[in-house]
């Protein structure tokens, strides 16, 4: 069965998360809805509608007579943000790594993992969503499939671009962890990275975050 195309403003969204990860769109930046318009093809109405919930969860801020602009976070919002995540993060990966030991299939997960690691820049968005989107599933918990998506992850890839420890040998070891149904681990995995940007923060030059 064919997945039903995004609907307008869902479109808007994907192409502003879809422009942070491969640098298209870079925090901080002016979003213009005339050239918004022009990028998609969309009417104002779905852009205008798109942008509302990008604000709403987060990515974007809207003032009155300014227009929307993407945020761009402060270091302490970033590290608040990497705090949230961390518990949240590591809950998934033990409750994935639970169900494997009560008899689900990691196989979904393993392979959206493979497909993150070889995906193409212009790919991995989608790729990363699929990942993220199997370990929740797995999880089997409706609160984290909802609630991580609207962390404000996308902003901090992109403000730290090149500032970033690697993730692929922590999201490794994470799903090993859980295809092997050993959940202390497969938590460990999932907190250990996040708990490595946090100590990576005191290093990354001022010009990464906005100014308090």
Request: glycine share 8%; with cysteine.
């Given at each position: 069965m064919s997945l039903l195309p995004?609907?307008?403003?869902?479109?808007?969204?994907?192409?502003?998360l879809q422009?942070?990860?491969?640098?298209?769109?870079?925090?901080?930046?002016?979003?213009?809805?005339?050239?918004?318009?022009a990028r998609t093809g969309l009417g104002r109405s779905s852009v205008r509608e798109g942008l509302g919930r990008l604000a709403a969860s987060g990515i974007v801020a809207q003032a009155p007579h300014r227009g929307a602009q993407i945020r761009h976070l402060t270091r302490r919002a970033t590290c608040d943000v990497l705090r949230v995540t961390e518990p949240l993060l590591g809950l998934?990966?033990?409750?994935?790594?639970?169900?494997?030991?009560?008899?689900a299939d990691p196989a979904p997960l393993v392979a959206a993992a493979a497909d993150?690691?070889?995906?193409s820049p212009e790919d991995r968005p989608r790729a990363r969503a699929r990942y993220y989107r199997a370990l929740t599933m797995l999880a089997?918990?409706?609160?984290?499939?909802?609630l991580l998506p609207l962390l404000q992850v996308h902003l901090i890839r992109a403000q730290l671009r090149t500032n970033r420890p690697p993730g692929r040998p922590a999201r490794q070891a994470l799903v090993a962890a859980v295809a092997a149904g050993r959940p202390d681990d497969a938590?460990?995995?999932?907190?250990?990275?996040?708990?490595?940007?946090?100590?990576?923060?005191?290093?990354?030059?001022?010009?990464?975050?906005?100014?308090?």
């Amino acid at each position: 069965m064919s997945l039903l195309p995004p609907s307008g403003p869902e479109a808007l969204v994907r192409e502003v998360l879809q422009g942070l990860s491969e640098g298209r769109y870079v925090p901080g930046q002016r979003l213009a809805e005339p050239d918004l318009m022009a990028r998609t093809g969309l009417g104002r109405s779905s852009v205008r509608e798109g942008l509302g919930r990008l604000a709403a969860s987060g990515i974007v801020a809207q003032a009155p007579h300014r227009g929307a602009q993407i945020r761009h976070l402060t270091r302490r919002a970033t590290c608040d943000v990497l705090r949230v995540t961390e518990p949240l993060l590591g809950l998934a990966a033990r409750q994935a790594a639970e169900a494997v030991v009560g008899g689900a299939d990691p196989a979904p997960l393993v392979a959206a993992a493979a497909d993150y690691d070889a995906a193409s820049p212009e790919d991995r968005p989608r790729a990363r969503a699929r990942y993220y989107r199997a370990l929740t599933m797995l999880a089997g918990n409706a609160e984290l499939d909802r609630l991580l998506p609207l962390l404000q992850v996308h902003l901090i890839r992109a403000q730290l671009r090149t500032n970033r420890p690697p993730g692929r040998p922590a999201r490794q070891a994470l799903v090993a962890a859980v295809a092997a149904g050993r959940p202390d681990d497969a938590d460990a995995a999932a907190r250990g990275h996040i708990q490595a940007l946090i100590a990576a923060m005191p290093d990354i030059p001022d010009t990464a975050f906005a100014s308090r």
